[in-house]
């Protein structure tokens, strides 16, 4: 059964809002973890210029400082950790250097910072370690009159491995990941518990439409066929009293061709109702064990007589194989097929019937070679009432499709107009490995 997928629009629509909000989520979350993972670089950065400050300026003597002192001291320091470069950048030059310092980190502002893929530089001018509060500490400081690099007014650069975290191996999806997809699932599985929900409604209006349809079917078939078996009575009465005045020898020629009419008619009126009746009859299937290789050759054997006389060849090409079927049905289908077969034929054709296995499962075909099925006809051969030719009465190759149906089985046809027809039934169980 085919659904209007429009019926599952707000169940997905909802699914793709909410998905889309957890991705939303999930780059907010990130974009605030790396602003955190910066205020923290910065602040270590912070700790380490004040750190590396106190001990320039423990060192310092304004002017008079010994900067080669304060840089073999500064490169101790740093030993073994993640900063990479010191350089105190003076007024008049470069007083101190630890490390490799690139060209370009160089600038004319006295204060900033620098972010790269792997590196992380500030900057700032070096403070004394103590400010004289009021005159009277800075009259007892003992570094009055020398004051603290009072014109060099030197600027340090710090630098330090700083690698930019890739999204999906930083710490942050490590810890996210779990809930990220946890919740992925959770709204995978409500949509899906959803559109379950949605379908079995669906399928039980549609199961609950289908058996009154059913019931309603039966009942019209049940009354079709009692109405059919009620009027072949009336038949059967016309049939006799069209015999009975036949065969009195004193009615003109003429009246008796008239009857002979009548007759044909009656009989052409008495199988179409037995095909009707068959059609509209309601009858499960009885499985039993079925030679089909045997049941092909006794249809084949009692058929032969009509081949013959229409000069055409019937070949059986079916190997021993059992499988599980009405036999009476399946002769009926048998006889059906053959016969259709026997009618599109000219003489020196050939019909076969071929046994043939499609994986596990058995297919059986009845070819002909004859005048084939009009295009317009083909998608609509098996229904009723529906035929290719002008005396059929299109109810024969319904049957056969609602005999087939009811094994379980498939039909289907493919023809070529003036090359022949294939009727393929598929689908067929083995019952059991034939000795």
Same mark, same amino acid.
């Given at each position: ?185 959770? $709204?995978? !599985?409500?949509? &899906? ?9 669906? %399928?039980?209006?549609?199961? #609950? =439409? ?112 059992? $499988?599980? !079927?009405?036999? &009476? ?9 053959? %016969?259709?077969?026997?009618? #599109? =034929? ?90």
């Amino acid at each position: 059964m085919k659904h209007d997928t429009r019926l599952y629009r707000i169940p997905l629509m909802t699914a793709m809002g909410l998905i889309m909000a957890l991705g939303v989520w999930i780059l907010w979350s990130w974009q605030g973890y790396s602003e955190r993972s910066m205020d923290w670089r910065r602040q270590r950065a912070q700790d380490s210029f004040a750190t590396l400050n106190a001990v320039i300026a423990s060192m310092s003597n304004g002017e008079l400082t010994d900067w080669k002192q304060v840089e073999t001291v500064l490169s101790s320091v740093i030993r073994d950790s993640r900063t990479l470069f010191v350089v105190v950048q003076g007024r008049h030059g470069r007083l101190v250097q630890t490390g490799t310092m690139p060209e370009f980190l160089m600038t004319n502002s006295t204060r900033g910072e620098i972010q790269t893929d792997d590196l992380y530089v500030m900057w700032s001018p070096l403070q004394p370690s103590h400010i004289p509060a009021n005159w009277t500490e800075a009259l007892e400081s003992i570094n009055l009159g020398l004051g603290l690099w009072p014109r060099s007014n030197p600027v340090m650069y710090l630098g330090f491995r700083s690698s930019t975290e890739n999204f999906t191996s930083s710490w942050f999806w490590r810890r996210q990941a779990p809930i990220f997809a946890s919740a992925l699932v959770c $709204i995978l !599985a409500v949509t &899906a518990v959803w559109i379950t929900g949605i379908r079995r409604r669906i %399928l039980a209006g549609e199961l #609950a =439409s289908e058996r009154i349809r059913s019931a309603h079917l039966e009942e019209l078939g049940l009354a079709a066929a009692g109405l059919a078996h009620e009027t072949k009575n009336p038949l059967g009465i016309i049939m006799g009293m069209a015999q009975q005045i036949e065969a009195r020898h004193d009615i003109p020629a003429e009246s008796r061709a008239m009857l002979g009419y009548i007759m044909d008619e009656v009989d052409k009126a008495s199988s179409r109702l037995g095909n009707f009746m068959n059609f509209a009859r309601q009858r499960k299937p009885s499985l039993a064990p079925v030679r089909i290789d045997r049941l092909c050759h006794e249809v084949a054997h009692i058929l032969g007589p009509d081949f013959e006389a229409g000069g055409i060849e019937l070949l059986i090409q079916v190997r021993a194989a059992t $499988i599980s !079927a009405d036999e &009476a049905m399946l002769r009926q289908v048998l006889v059906n097929l053959l %016969l259709n077969s026997l009618h #599109a =034929s000219a003489a020196g054709t050939t019909v076969r019937i071929v046994l043939g296995r499609q994986e596990r499962r058995l297919e059986l075909c009845v070819e002909d070679q004859g005048r084939g099925i009009p295009a317009e006809l083909l998608p609509d051969i098996f229904k009723p009432y529906v035929s290719g030719s002008a005396t059929g009465h299109g109810l024969g190759l319904a049957i056969v499709k609602r005999v087939v149906e009811a094994h379980g089985w498939k039909i289907s046809a493919r023809s070529i107009r003036g090359q022949g027809t294939t009727m393929t039934i598929s689908g067929i169980k083995p019952a059991r490995e034939t000795p």
